[in-house]
């Protein structure tokens, strides 16, 4: 977790306000660590139990999220209406589920993935941190700067 105090307007979530947000998505980004660089990928997940559940085929993906190295896992929403976003970022450890009542019990998990193909390998993300934030979207006229205006060269 961070020391830096949030900035004005935001709300620092204590965790289970964390875990109720994730359980209202299905959509997140896994952040994994690829032989020498960070990569991302967009996953499908559920909550189960204080943990993260996700499918994965074989891939960089798959190896690099049991490659021993921590992961990182972060879902975010807004509510159009009154303009609150939040954002929760979970870090910690993930696994393959291989025991068979582990796996029996997650097959009946409400786990979607969008993109067709063979998932046949459920990872579990075990958090050593969870952490969010609640905060107002800014007016984008409030992004406006000096620069904003000034004259762009032409693409090549």
Do not use: Y
């Not at 929403?77 to 976003?85: F, K, L």
Request: aromatic share 8%; charged share 20%; with cysteine.
């Amino acid at each position: 977790m961070t020391k830096n105090p949030a900035p004005a307007g935001t709300t620092v979530l204590a965790t289970h306000e964390c875990w109720q947000l994730l359980r209202s998505v299905s959509v997140a980004r896994l952040a994994v660590w690829v032989h020498d660089h960070p990569d991302i990928f967009p996953i499908n997940f559920t909550v189960d139990h204080g943990t993260v559940v996700f499918r994965s085929g074989e891939g960089t993906k798959l190896t690099s999220s049991l490659g021993g190295t921590p992961v990182a896992l972060e879902a975010d929403g807004v509510d159009q209406d009154s303009g609150v976003a939040w954002s929760v970022v979970i870090k910690g450890e993930a696994t393959d589920i291989v025991a068979i009542n582990d796996v029996l019990d997650t097959v009946g998990l409400p786990l979607f993935p969008w993109e067709a193909g063979h998932k046949d390998h459920f990872i579990r993300i075990t958090p050593t941190s969870v952490t969010g934030r609640r905060f107002k979207v800014a007016d984008p006229a409030s992004w406006w700067n000096p620069m904003a205006d000034a004259p762009r060269a032409a693409p090549e």
